[in-house]
């Protein structure tokens, strides 16, 4: 068990909740009024967290550790025939002791947790969570691999060569081939590797469609200068891109899922849409007093 600082959206304060492996931590920022130089990338995923982790673990010093698929320092790409690829892979990142009794022996991380402005944890139903628990130690050998091999992070909208021409946004497969993001990481390896699947954790193109365009944080969403191979001209906002550009989002192709109920999966998994899916439970803070605060 590692008790993890916690807090809600517009709250400084903390609050601890006790987490078990596999845990999820979810993390956002507040575009309006945070000093994060990225908010209008975070305004590209929607709802309210933006990011994912999963803890792992402590070591014999007692730290505990998460895992998260994140981008490198430099947000380095490619764009080729293979469409646009940004740079990153999985990390293993350091979290410290209960309470923050003591800090991580080396602290390099590239996008620590304190770069971000709330933080809860969520884990996955118990009948879930029992099989995740089931496969430990498939799950930990597929991380160790990822690890190992530098698993590539993979946007989930594709953006090619193909798209210049056709003027369509294919939503990416969700499955490891290839890589994944922050969510699809996980839900992926889940599925995959223990058959547990979450449900309506998937958001599809339509419903990205009117966030981009209808949606006050949506529409402040942009394509960096650096990405924009649309119209070569500056910083694109994707509602401009989805309207007067005249691109359109499309759906992935449906896949069956390794789940016990065989489902067919389709769309893209959202870091808030897997909080708020029904098979996620609250985790409720460790009592500290008259100061605790209830989640």
Do not use: W
């Amino acid at each position: 068990t590692f008790y993890f600082p916690a807090n809600n959206r517009g709250s400084e304060t903390v609050f601890y909740q006790p987490l078990q492996r596999f845990d999820l931590i979810f993390v956002g920022h507040e575009v309006h009024q945070s000093d994060y130089t990225g908010v209008d990338m975070a305004r590209a995923i929607p709802g309210t967290y933006t990011h994912v982790l999963a803890y792992l673990g402590k070591d014999d010093n007692g730290l505990a550790y998460a895992m998260e698929m994140n981008s490198d320092a430099e947000v380095s790409y490619t764009f080729g025939a293979g469409g646009l690829r940004i740079g990153g892979r999985p990390y293993v990142y350091c979290m410290g002791a209960d309470f923050n009794l003591s800090a991580c022996l080396v602290d390099d991380h590239i996008y620590g947790l304190e770069t971000y402005d709330y933080k809860v944890a969520r884990r996955a139903d118990a009948p879930l969570y029992e099989a995740l628990l089931r496969r430990e130690r498939e799950l930990l050998m597929s991380m160790k691999e990822d690890l190992k091999n530098a698993l590539p992070f993979a946007l989930p909208l594709a953006l090619t060569p193909s798209s210049l021409i056709s003027k369509t946004v294919r939503l990416v497969d969700d499955g490891r081939v290839g890589g994944a993001d922050c969510t699809s990481y996980f839900t992926s390896l889940f599925e995959e590797t223990a058959g547990v699947c979450f449900d309506d954790d998937r958001i599809n193109a339509r419903q990205l469609t009117d966030y981009f365009t209808l949606d006050s944080e949506g529409r402040g969403a942009i394509i960096p200068e650096a990405y924009n191979f649309f119209t070569g001209d500056g910083d694109l906002y994707m509602y401009e891109l989805l309207g007067p550009v005249g691109y359109r989002l499309v759906d992935n192709e449906p896949r069956k899922s390794a789940c016990a109920d065989g489902r067919v999966l389709q769309g893209i998994p959202t870091p808030d849409r897997l909080f708020h899916s029904p098979d996620m439970v609250e985790i409720a803070p460790v009592v500290m007093g008259s100061q605790a605060q209830v989640l």
